[in-house]
């Protein structure tokens, strides 16, 4: 068991120490444009892409540094795509919020709140007649259970029994509004009876928590159960941009949230289950130093072309 929490533990750290490399390279000007970053909410793409197949289909918000990594993509390409080099995972031309990587099962961030919800659908659909066995899981954030697009894509997902995985990474704040502030009930899960699909309110800062809550779903939907919703309920250590001045945040607030981010949450778990210190501090250390000579390596690469700007377009 300490095995298991020990990978999750390093892949949580890669994912916050990448996370962190970016917020500096923003400052500095190595990284320009938009940026949010998921420091807080680690465990749930480590937790969750665990259980996914190499041929399934996921699809992220724009705060989807953390699901590209937890998929496999490589952090190397990925800092030299968020740089606009030549050797990014594009090429230079997706940034921060757009990128892809198909090869590694990651079709796409997307900055139009909602909007992978019916794209999953149409992946899901698709691996109905190719053969592929494919599930899809698409990533939203707790404002997106709002939206239009989020409720016609589980009730298309429902009526078709498609073998998608909605996920809600409930953080507490659509952007910079209390959750609570927007809906009757903040009980997001509950609303995944209204289409006649199961839901389920998940310990968003536990990995484990959600592997086991991914699998059961992804199980369902491959014996042609249909979707599943999972409420993942975490918070973010961060602003919802950078930038962003969190004059929204309660007094004593952050203090709390340090106290019971994921991170924290496992070392303290590991210590009191024996493993010593200086072995979790280890897997700290290690991930930034890989995270640092990845961020190295490709700040040396050459940007990318802008008479390259047509390529890859269609006429």
């Not at 665990?50 to 918000?61: G, K, W």
């Not at 606009?84 to 900055?111: C, I, K, L, M, P």
């Not at 210590?271 to 961020?295: K, S, W």
Request: glycine share 12%.
């Amino acid at each position: 068991m300490s095995e298991r929490r020990l990978a999750d533990l390093l892949a949580m750290w890669r994912i916050r120490a990448f996370e962190e490399k970016v917020r500096d390279l923003r400052a500095e000007g190595s990284i320009v444009g938009s940026v949010h970053l998921c420091i807080g909410q680690e465990a749930i793409p480590v937790g969750a892409c665990d259980a996914l197949e190499p041929e399934d289909a996921l699809f992220a918000t724009y705060r989807g540094h953390g699901w590209a990594i937890a998929r496999g993509v490589p952090v190397t390409p990925l800092f030299a795509e968020l740089m606009g080099r030549a050797t990014g995972v594009n090429g230079g031309r997706g940034g921060s919020a757009y990128f892809t990587a198909a090869d590694h099962g990651f079709h796409g961030e997307n900055s139009i709140v909602g909007a992978g919800a019916p794209i999953a659908c149409g992946a899901a659909l698709a691996g109905r007649y190719d053969g592929s066995g494919r599930a899809a899981v698409t990533v939203f954030g707790d404002g997106a259970m709002n939206q239009g697009a989020v409720h016609e894509a589980m009730n298309f997902a429902a009526a078709f029994d498609l073998p998608v995985v909605f996920v809600c990474e409930n953080n507490g704040y659509s952007e910079l509004t209390p959750i609570a502030d927007m809906v009757r009930s903040d009980r997001l899960a509950a609303r995944a009876a209204a289409y006649g699909m199961p839901g389920h309110r998940v310990d968003g800062n536990d990995a484990e928590a959600v592997r086991f809550h991914m699998r059961d779903a992804l199980e369902v939907a491959r014996e042609g159960g249909g979707p599943t919703l999972l409420e993942c309920v975490t918070e973010r250590l961060v602003g919802h941009y950078i930038g962003d001045a969190e004059t929204y945040r309660r007094p004593g607030e952050m203090d709390r949230i340090r106290r019971r981010e994921p991170i924290a949450r496992l070392r303290e778990g590991l210590l009191a289950d024996g493993v010593p210190a200086a072995e979790i501090d280890a897997v700290e250390t290690r991930a930034r130093a890989e995270t640092d000579a990845a961020a190295r390596t490709a700040l040396a690469a050459p940007l990318a072309d802008p008479a390259t700007v047509k390529e890859h377009l269609y006429a």
